[in-house]
C-alpha cells in the first residue's frame, strides 16, 4: 500500500514563528496535497502540486506556503504561526492514471499546537 | 467555489442497523464521488467511489448517486462497532483534480 509519512508528527509553535511540516512518498506519485483538519471537522485544502518544482494555492492558501523540491516531497511553511493555524495537517499522494487517479493516500498526520 | 455538505453531523446506531449518510454538492460539473472513513486518531482512508449515476455495492456499503439532485449517499449494512468513525464524503470537478471534502459525519455504533 500507498506510504506517505509526515514530520514532525506533533509540535508546538510559538506565535509569531516559522513552522515547516515535511512530507514525503515513496508511492511514485505525481500529485501530493496538503489538507488541514481542525477538530472534529473536515478536510480544507491548503496548497497542492502536480509536479517537482510547482505548487498550486487551494481553498484556505493564506498564511502558508509550499514547496516540492522533488517528486518525494512536500513541505507545508507557515513563516508567521498564528493561533488560528491550530489543527492536525495531512498530506496526502495521488496518482494520475487510471480511474482511481482520485484516490488520496493520506499521511498519519502532524498535530500542530501554537501557543 | 465547490461546496460540500454533510448530513446529519452525527449519528448513533445499534448494531446491526442499517446507517445512511448524505451528501450534497454545488457544482454540477462534478464527476467524482468518494467516501473516506476516518477512525479516531488515524488517518482518512479511501473506501468507495462512483463515478456515473446509480448504485454501487460493496460487501456491506452501497453509494448511491444522482447527479441532477447534487446528491449521493452511503449506506452501511449490518454495522459494525468497528465501523464507528468519521464518514467523509468528497467531490472532485475533474479526473485526478483535487477533492473538496464534506465536514463529516461521526457514525457512533453501539454494541
Known sequence: ?115 | QQNVQQSPESLIVPEGARTSLNCTFSDSASQYFWWYRQHSGKAPKALMSIFSNGEKEEGRFTIHLNKASLHFSLHIRDSQPSDSALYLCAVSSGFASALTFGSGTKVIVLP
Not at chain 1, 478536510?43 to 509550499?66: F, M, N
Not at chain 1, 512536500?74 to 499522494?93: D, K, N, P, W
Open chain 1, 1 to 115: 500500500e500507498a506510504a506517505v509519512t509526515q514530520s514532525p508528527r506533533s509540535k508546538v509553535a510559538v506565535t509569531g514563528g516559522k513552522v515547516t511540516l515535511s512530507c514525503h512518498q515513496t508511492n511514485n506519485h505525481d500529485y501530493m496535497y496538503w489538507y488541514r483538519q481542525d477538530t472534529g471537522h473536515g478536510l480544507r485544502l491548503i496548497h497542492y502540486s502536480y509536479v517537482a518544482d510547482s505548487t498550486e494555492k487551494g481553498d484556505i492558501p493564506d498564511g502558508y506556503k509550499a514547496s516540492r523540491p522533488s517528486q518525494e516531497n512536500f513541505s507545508l511553511i507557515l513563516e508567521l504561526a498564528s493561533l488560528s493555524q491550530t489543527a492536525v495537517y495531512f498530506c496526502a499522494s495521488s496518482d494520475r492514471t487510471g480511474l482511481s487517479g482520485n484516490t488520496l493516500y493520506f499521511g498519519e498526520g502532524s498535530r500542530l499546537i501554537v501557543v
